[in-house]
C-alpha cells in the first residue's frame, strides 16, 4: 500500500493471473482520508493493452473508489512471464462539490504550479492455479472396464472351448458309427480311402487347432 498525503493505493503492483486469449482483470483501492475532494488520472505506457474503468474520477472526503485494469487477450506469453509495463496514478485536489465532470488535463499539470502526487505501480504476471488433475482416477475408473472385458474374454473362450469339446465327442461318436460303414465302402472300392474321410480329419485338425490356439 502506498500512503500519499491524498490518496493511499492498494495494491502497488497489478497482479494478473496470465491464461492466453483470455481477458484477466485486477482492482485498485482508492482511499481518500483527508477532507478534500481529490480527482485522480491513471495512465499507462501500453494504453492499447489494457483497460482501466475509470481512468479519471473523484474520490470523495473520507471514502475509497475502486479501480478496475483489464488486460486484453494475448496471443503470446512474454519469456519468463516477465512484463514491463507500468502505471502512474495521479492524484489532485480538487474543488469542493467537484464531479468527474469537472476533472481537466490542465489540473494535473505540474507546471502551471498545481501540486500533483505521484503512484508508479508495476504489472506482474503469476501463473494460473493448477487444478487437480483427474487423471490418476480416470486411469483407476478405467481400468475396471478392461478388467471386465478380459474377464468377458476368458469366459467366452472356456465358454467356447466346452462347446468345441462336446462337438468332437459328437464326431467321434459318428466316427465310430461310420467306420465299418467307410471299411465296406474301402473294401468294394479295392481298399482306397474315402474322400469324406479325408474332409472329415482335415475339419477335425482345423478345430482342435483352433480350440489349443485359445486355450
Same mark, same amino acid.
Given at each position: 500500500? @502506498?500512503?500519499?498525503?491524498?490518496?493511499?493505493? #492498494?495494491?502497488? %503492483?497489478?497482479?494478473?493471473? /496470465?491464461?492466453?486469449?483470455?481477458?484477466?482483470?485486477? @482492482?485498485?483501492?482508492? @482511499?481518500?482520508?483527508?477532507?478534500?475532494?481529490?480527482?485522480?488520472?491513471?495512465?499507462?505506457?501500453?494504453?492499447?493493452?489494457?483497460?482501466?474503468?475509470?481512468?479519471?474520477?473523484?474520490?470523495?472526503?473520507?471514502?475509497?473508489?475502486?479501480?478496475?485494469?483489464?488486460?486484453?487477450?494475448?496471443? %503470446?506469453?512474454?519469456? +519468463?512471464?516477465?512484463?514491463? +509495463?507500468?502505471?502512474?496514478?495521479?492524484?489532485?485536489?480538487? =474543488? #469542493?462539490?467537484?464531479?468527474?465532470?469537472?476533472?481537466?488535463?490542465?489540473? /494535473?499539470?505540474?507546471?502551471?504550479?498545481?501540486?500533483?502526487? %505521484?503512484?508508479?505501480? *508495476?504489472?506482474?504476471?503469476?501463473?494460473?492455479?493448477?487444478?487437480?488433475?483427474?487423471?490418476?482416477?480416470?486411469?483407476?475408473?478405467?481400468?475396471?472396464?478392461?478388467?471386465?472385458?478380459?474377464? =468377458?474374454?476368458?469366459?467366452?473362450?472356456?465358454?467356447?472351448? =466346452?462347446?468345441? *469339446?462336446? /462337438?468332437?465327442?459328437?464326431?467321434?461318436?459318428?466316427?465310430?458309427?461310420?467306420?465299418?460303414?467307410? *471299411? *465296406?465302402?474301402?473294401?468294394?472300392?479295392?481298399?482306397?480311402?474315402?474322400?469324406? /474321410?479325408?474332409?472329415?480329419?482335415?475339419?477335425?485338425?482345423?478345430?482342435?487347432?483352433?480350440?489349443?490356439?485359445?486355450?
Amino acid at each position: 500500500m @502506498s500512503t500519499g498525503d491524498l490518496l493511499s493505493i #492498494d495494491p502497488l %503492483e497489478l497482479k494478473f493471473p /496470465f491464461e492466453l486469449r483470455k481477458q484477466i482483470s485486477c @482492482s485498485l483501492q482508492l @482511499s481518500n482520508k483527508t477532507d478534500n475532494y481529490v480527482a485522480f488520472k491513471v495512465k499507462t505506457t501500453n494504453p492499447k493493452k489494457y483497460c482501466v474503468r475509470p481512468n479519471t474520477g473523484i474520490v470523495l472526503p473520507r471514502s475509497t473508489c475502486d479501480v478496475i485494469v483489464t488486460m486484453q487477450a494475448q496471443k %503470446e506469453a512474454p519469456p +519468463d512471464l516477465q512484463c514491463r +509495463d507500468k502505471f502512474l496514478l495521479q492524484s489532485v485536489k480538487a =474543488n #469542493d462539490g467537484a464531479s468527474p465532470k469537472d476533472i481537466t488535463a490542465e489540473m /494535473f499539470n505540474k507546471e502551471a504550479g498545481h501540486v500533483v502526487e %505521484e503512484c508508479k505501480l *508495476r504489472v506482474v504476471y503469476v501463473s494460473p492455479p493448477q487444478l487437480p488433475s483427474p487423471v490418476h482416477e480416470g486411469s483407476e475408473e478405467g481400468s475396471s472396464p478392461r478388467g471386465s472385458v478380459s474377464d =468377458n474374454g476368458h469366459a467366452n473362450a472356456a465358454e467356447f472351448t =466346452n462347446a468345441a *469339446r462336446a /462337438f468332437t465327442e459328437q464326431l467321434e461318436a459318428q466316427d465310430k458309427s461310420s467306420e465299418e460303414l467307410l *471299411r *465296406r465302402e474301402g473294401s468294394k472300392s479295392g481298399g482306397g480311402v474315402s474322400f469324406l /474321410f479325408v474332409i472329415f480329419i482335415g475339419l477335425l485338425g482345423i478345430i482342435m487347432g483352433y480350440i489349443m490356439k485359445i486355450s
